[in-house]
C-alpha cells in the first residue's frame, strides 16, 4: 500500500458479470511506488466501450479483480522524485488508456523514441494490464490512480475536468488518425456509428476543416443530434439496404467507431479512389471478409489505430481550448457507476458518460445507499 493517508478503492469486477452491473466497491493493491510516479486524487473519469468489453472478458480472459476506467482526471496528490514534466502536487492532470510503455524500462523503442508510445511493443493500459514493476494496473471508476508520471498530461485551463475526461481515450482515439490521415479542407470525412468516440470524431473533423463530414448510423433516430454536432448528413444504413450503392465512391476518410462487426464490403465500396478507411471500433467477433476487387480498383487502404500518444493528447487539449469545443457528455455520480455500464451496453449515453467523485459519496457507498 501507499505510505500516505490515502486507501486505493474503487468499483472492481470480479467475473463477467460485472458487466452486468455486478462491479463491487472494494479496496485493491495500486502498482508498487517509484519515483517516476504520480498519485491522483481522482474528480471524473469517462466511460468508454472499452470498459463495457473488458468487464465482460469480451477480448478474452480479464485479469479479475478489475477497476475499468480509463478518461481519468483529479489533482496530483503525490510526486515522485524523478516524475516527469515539472508535475507538482495540486497540478490538474489526466490520464488515457496507457500508462507506461518501454520508456519505464527497456526503451526507447522505435515507437517511443519517436514520439508514438502508443504503438510501444510494451504498451501498458491504464486498467487490465500489469506494469513493468510487476504491480497490476487499476482503472478510474475509483478514488485515487497511481500511474508513471510520463502518461499523466496536465488539462489546459479552460477546459472543465468533466469535459476534459472523455478526450482522454474516446477524444485521442478519433483525433489522432484523423490527423494522421489528413482530414481537412478538401477531404470528406464519414464516421461510422455515432457514440462517445463518432461523436468527438464529428467534432474533430469539423475543427480540422473537412469539407463534409457525414455520420453513417443504424438509423436516423441521432440525425438531429448529428446536425447539431456539425455533421453535413447522417446516412441511417440499416434503413436501407441500398445505401452503398446510393453513396458509392463519396468519402475520402472513414473512421469505423462501431463496437461489433460493420460490413466492411459496404464501407469500401463508399471510399473514393485511394480512400482510406480506419478501423477504431474494436469488436469482439473477427471482421468481416475484406472482398477483393475493390481493393484492387480503387487502391483503398484499410487500417487502424489505437489511441493516442501523451502528445498526440496534450495536441488534441489545446485544440479544444482553442476552438471551444465540447463534447456532449452527462455527469453521473460515482456510486452510479454499475447503472452507467448498463446503459451504456444499451447505447443511452448522449454522447459519453463521466463519473464524478462527490466528497460525501464515499460514506454513502459503504453505506450501501
Ligand atoms: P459507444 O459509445 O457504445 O458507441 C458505439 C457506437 O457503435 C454506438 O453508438 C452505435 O452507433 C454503434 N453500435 C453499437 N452497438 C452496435 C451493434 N450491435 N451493431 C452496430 N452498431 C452498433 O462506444 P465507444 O466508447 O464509442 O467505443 C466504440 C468502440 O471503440 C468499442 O469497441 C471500443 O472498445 C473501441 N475503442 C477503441 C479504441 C482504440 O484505440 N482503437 C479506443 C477506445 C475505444 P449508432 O447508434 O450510430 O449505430
Ligand atoms: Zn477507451
Ligand atoms: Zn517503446
Not at 15 to 44: Q, R
Request: net charge neutral; hydrophobic share 35%.
Amino acid at each position: 500500500m501507499s505510505d500516505q493517508n490515502y486507501k486505493f478503492e474503487g468499483w472492481l469486477g470480479h467475473d463477467k458479470s460485472a458487466a452486468d452491473g455486478n462491479m463491487k466497491w472494494g479496496e485493491f493493491e495500486p502498482k508498487p511506488w517509484e519515483e517516476t510516479d504520480v498519485d491522483i486524487k481522482i474528480t471524473h473519469c469517462g466511460v468508454c466501450g472499452s470498459d463495457l468489453h473488458t468487464l465482460r472478458s469480451g477480448w478474452g480472459p480479464t485479469k479479475y479483480p478489475c477497476c475499468v476506467g480509463h478518461e481519468i482526471v483529479g489533482t496530483v496528490v503525490r510526486v515522485g522524485s524523478k516524475a516527469e514534466g515539472g508535475l507538482k502536487v495540486g497540478d490538474r492532470v489526466g490520464v488515457g488508456a496507457q500508462s507506461e510503455s518501454c520508456l519505464g524500462r527497456k526503451g526507447p523503442c522505435e515507437a517511443c523514441s519517436s514520439g508514438r508510445e502508443n504503438y510501444c511493443p510494451f504498451h501498458i493500459g491504464t486498467y487490465n494490464s500489469v506494469h513493468i514493476n510487476g504491480g497490476k494496473s487499476y482503472g478510474g471508476y475509483a478514488r485515487y490512480k497511481r500511474a508513471p508520471s510520463h502518461f499523466v498530461v496536465k488539462i489546459p485551463d479552460s477546459l472543465s475536468s468533466a469535459e476534459a475526461a472523455p478526450m482522454l481515450c474516446g477524444g485521442v482515439t478519433t483525433y489522432t488518425p484523423l490527423k494522421y490521415h489528413g482530414a481537412g479542407p478538401g477531404k470528406t470525412v464519414g464516421v461510422v456509428g455515432l457514440g462517445g468516440l463518432g461523436h468527438f470524431a464529428v467534432l474533430w473533423a469539423k475543427a480540422l476543416k473537412a469539407d463534409r463530414v457525414v455520420v453513417i448510423s443504424r438509423s436516423s433516430a441521432k440525425r438531429e443530434d448529428a446536425l447539431r454536432l456539425g455533421a453535413d448528413d447522417l446516412i441511417a444504413y440499416a434503413e436501407d439496404p441500398d445505401w452503398a450503392t446510393k453513396h458509392a465512391s463519396t468519402l475520402d476518410i472513414i473512421i469505423n467507431t462501431v463496437s461489433a462487426s460493420v460490413p466492411l464490403k459496404d464501407l469500401i465500396s463508399v471510399l473514393r479512389f485511394d480512400g482510406t478507411l480506419v478501423q477504431v471500433g474494436a469488436p469482439e467477433d473477427p471482421l468481416p471478409s475484406i472482398p477483393l476487387f475493390p481493393l484492387l480498383f480503387k487502391r483503398v487502404k484499410i487500417t487502424g489505430s489505437i489511441i493516442g500518444s501523451p502528445n498526440d493528447i496534450r495536441e488534441m487539449l489545446q485544440l479544444a481550448a482553442d476552438q471551444n469545443i465540447k463534447p456532449w457528455i452527462q455527469e453521473i455520480p460515482m456510486k452510479d457507476a454499475n447503472q452507467a455500464v448498463l446503459d451504456l451496453a444499451k447505447g443511452k449515453p448522449r454522447y459519453r458518460y463521466v463519473l464524478v467523485n462527490e466528497p460525501e459519496e464515499e460514506s454513502k457507498i459503504k453505506a450501501g445507499l
